[in-house]
């Protein structure tokens, strides 16, 4: 059975396949086209999908 933090870093790597890659900060145009997330995005997206898998799933599943 998975935990609660895997079940949500499965629903952020869903949501964007580039979850889990480094993105640096640049002033170039190619810095708006990499794939990739920063630290804060990441915090981000991961803060969001555990408020949905708090509030809409969690309460739907059974925890052995």
């Not at 933090?5 to 869903?14: K, P």
């Not at 480094?22 to 145009?29: L, M, R, S």
Request: hydrophobic share 35%; aromatic share 10%; net charge negative.
């Amino acid at each position: 059975m998975k935990t609660r933090e895997e079940i949500i870093t499965a629903m952020c790597y869903t949501y964007r396949h580039d979850y889990g890659l480094n993105k640096t900060v640049g002033t170039g145009f190619a810095d708006t086209i990499t794939s990739g997330m920063t630290d804060n995005e990441r915090q981000a997206l991961w803060n969001q999908m555990a408020q949905i898998f708090d509030n809409d799933i969690a309460p739907h599943m059974e925890f052995i």
